[in-house]
């Protein structure tokens, strides 16, 4: 499998959740084999976001897919190879001028969602969030696994499953055929992050080279 193909695991960046530093996150969740790296980050001034994107876009360079949430304009500051927009976001449209072919990644709450976002141009889906989740307080309603499902059965661009995504359940969310996988609190908040990622990393990558 190319390693910078839209599949495997989904690593998203936390600095509150985590003491470690936001390049050591990258840096151990490279290791642990992550496909995608997004940086996600809520309190921090667009210049400092811009220098700490352009070191972990380095960082990634030839290794992952580097993925900046939410603000276009520091992804295309920082040269990053794509940018994650929710519902409420800038729109897919107006991110596509600004970024012209880099990867646009759109949030999905239902089929429906799915199939406009897929039209519309995005070239990944986040479907979110598939359990309960106490890392992003407005994520609303889990919608089970079944979604996963149903949106594959709709769209043909890859499929990244986000919410409440742990060592018990991910077996689940493979099994319903989702392309990507993200768990954030089960890895960024743990002592090892390479191993926890790894341990992800090895359950998405070993049911997709079959
Ligand atoms: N988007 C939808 S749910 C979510 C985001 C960023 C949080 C997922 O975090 P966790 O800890 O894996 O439930
Ligand atoms: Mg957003």
Do not use: W
Not at 123 to 128: A, I, K, N
Not at 188 to 200: C, H, L, P, R, W
């Amino acid at each position: 499998m190319d390693r910078l193909e839209l599949r495997g695991f989904y690593f998203i960046t936390d600095s509150e959740l985590s003491t470690t530093s936001i390049e050591e996150q990258v840096g151990a969740a490279i290791s642990g084999g992550a496909r995608v790296i997004q940086y996600r980050e809520k309190n921090k001034s667009k210049e400092d976001m811009v220098s700490v994107c352009k070191g972990l876009k380095s960082l990634c360079a030839g290794k992952a897919i580097f993925i900046v949430n939410d603000f276009v304009d520091v992804a295309f500051e920082a040269d990053a190879d794509g940018v994650h927009i929710g519902q409420e976001d800038t729109s897919l449209a107006e991110a596509r001028k600004i970024l012209g072919g880099k990867i646009i990644g759109v949030t999905v709450h239902d089929v429906d969602e799915a199939v406009k976002a897929e039209e519309d141009g995005a070239d990944y889906l986040g479907v979110s969030p598939i359990f309960h989740t106490d890392t992003k307080k407005d994520a609303g309603t889990p919608s089970g696994v079944k979604l996963i499902r149903d949106i594959k059965e709709k769209v043909k661009v890859p499929v990244v499953a986000i919410g409440g995504i742990n060592e018990s359940n991910i077996d689940s969310v493979i099994e319903a055929g989702a392309d990507m996988a993200c768990a954030i609190s089960a890895t960024v908040a743990k002592e090892d992050i390479k191993n926890a990622v790894e341990s992800f990393a090895e359950k998405i990558t070993s049911n997709q080279t079959s």
